[in-house]
């Protein structure tokens, strides 16, 4: 069975930090590009971070850039995102995915697996 499951979600004040995991079972991750999304209420999932499983492309959304970093762990079939200095407006379900899809792109379509998501709020 196919299967992407998030972790690491909470609330956490501004300026703080967390790290989201997503581990894979079912398949390899690394022959896949894979990426975390995230989607507010009223909003469009949008990308967050994608990156390449061949070579070292790497995408970041410009409101996370500095902020947030991709981890991917081919031995352990999982990869992390860390998310520091975080603000009001990152409040958000994050999902992470993979796909055959151009990470340097880092939209929803082309990633064909999901996971449930994780719940991220950001709260003083």
């Known amino acids: 069975q196919v299967q992407l499951v998030e972790s690491g979600g909470g609330l956490v004040q501004p300026g703080g930090s967390l790290r989201l995991s997503c581990a894979a079972s079912?398949?390899?991750?690394?022959?896949?590009?894979i990426g975390w999304f995230r989607q507010a209420p009223g909003k469009e999932r949008e990308g967050v971070s994608c990156?390449?499983?061949?070579?070292?492309?790497?995408y970041y959304a410009d409101s996370v850039k500095g902020r947030f970093t991709i981890f991917r762990d081919s031995a352990k079939n999982t990869v992390d995102l860390e998310m520091n200095s975080l603000r009001l407006e990152d409040t958000a379900v994050y999902y992470c995915?993979?796909?055959?899809?151009?990470?340097?792109?880092?939209?929803?379509?082309?990633?064909?697996?999901w996971g449930q998501g994780t719940q991220v709020t950001v709260s003083s």
């Open positions: 995915a993979a796909g055959y899809a151009n990470p340097l792109v880092c939209i929803p379509i082309g990633y064909d697996h």
């Open positions: 079912g398949f390899t991750l690394k022959t896949y590009a």
């Open positions: 990156a390449s499983t061949i070579d070292d492309n790497t």
